[in-house]
C-alpha cells in the first residue's frame, strides 16, 4: 500500500503483560516516528529514527518502553509489564529526509487498552 | 524545550462564518505544520509553513506564519459543516522532531 500500516489495529492486553506494535512506513522514507495520543488529548512525542542515525528516545515515558527499527524500514514499539496509563492510540508516522520539504504521513493507529 | 499551545481549545461555529485558530511556540523552530484529525482517524497533514511572513491557502483554510512572534493562525473562511474536526499545530524542534499543539476541536452547526 502506499501509506503508512500499522498493526494490529487494536489491541486488548492485561496489565502486566508484553505488548509489541508494529509499523511499516512508506517506502523509501528514512525517518519514522512514534507519537502517542491519550483520549482527548494531543500528541506525545515518543521515539524518532532517521536513516542509521542513533535514535532519539527522549520522549520515552519509562525504561519500560523501547523500539527497534530493522533495515531501516519497519519499527516495533514495544511495551513490557504494561499499565492502565499505557492505554492510548500509538501512532506511526513517516517522512522523507528533512532537507526534502515533507509533513509526516501518519498511520491509523494502534488503539491499546490495558485492563 | 518547546512548548507550542493552540487557542482556543473548542469552537463551536455556525456555517457561513469565518473564524481563527491560534498557535503559539515558545523557542524558534524553522517550521510549522497543520494538521487535521476527523474522529478515529489519523493526522492528514493540511499546511508546512517555512519563513517568516508564508501563507499558503487550501480550499476555505488559510495559514501563516510570524516567525518573530512565534506564531501561526489557521483562519476559516464562510465555514461548512465538512470543515468540523480536530485541528492541530506542530512545531519543528531539533532535526524534524514535531511537538504538537494540544488541538483545536471545530464543529460547524448548520
Known amino acids: 500500500g502506499a501509506g503508512v500500516s500499522q498493526s494490529p489495529s487494536n489491541k486488548v492486553t492485561e496489565k502486566g503483560k508484553d505488548v509489541e506494535l508494529r509499523c511499516d512506513p512508506i517506502?523509501?522514507?528514512?525517518?519514522l516516528y512514534w507519537y502517542r495520543q491519550s483520549l482527548g488529548q494531543g500528541l506525545e512525542f515518543l521515539i524518532y529514527f532517521q536513516g542509521n542515525s542513533a535514535p532519539d528516545k527522549s520522549g520515552l515515558p519509562s525504561d519500560r518502553f523501547s523500539a527497534e527499527r530493522t533495515g531501516g524500514s519497519v519499527s516495533t514499539l514495544t511495551i513490557q509489564r504494561t499499565q492502565q496509563e499505557d492505554s492510548a492510540v500509538y501512532l506511526c508516522?513517516?517522512?522523507?529526509?528533512?532537507?526534502?520539504?515533507?509533513?509526516?504521513?501518519f498511520g491509523n493507529g494502534t488503539r491499546l487498552t490495558v485492563t | 524545550e518547546l512548548k507550542v499551545e493552540q487557542n482556543p481549545l473548542f469552537l463551536s461555529m455556525q456555517e457561513g462564518k469565518n473564524y481563527t485558530i491560534y498557535c503559539n511556540y515558545s523557542?524558534?523552530?524553522?517550521?510549522l505544520y497543520w494538521y487535521r484529525q476527523d474522529p478515529g482517524k489519523s493526522l492528514e497533514s493540511l499546511f508546512v509553513l517555512l519563513s517568516n511572513g508564508a501563507v499558503k491557502q487550501e480550499g476555505r483554510l488559510m495559514a501563516s506564519l510570524d516567525t518573530k512572534a512565534r506564531l501561526s493562525t489557521l483562519h476559516i473562511t464562510a465555514a461548512v459543516h465538512d470543515l468540523s474536526a480536530t485541528y492541530f499545530c506542530a512545531a519543528e524542534e531539533g532535526a524534524q522532531k514535531l511537538v504538537f499543539g494540544q488541538g483545536t476541536r471545530l464543529t460547524i452547526n448548520p
Open positions: 508516522a513517516s517522512s522523507l529526509h528533512r532537507q526534502e520539504l515533507s509533513p509526516l504521513h
Open positions: 517506502s523509501g522514507h528514512t525517518a
Open positions: 523557542t524558534t523552530s524553522d517550521r
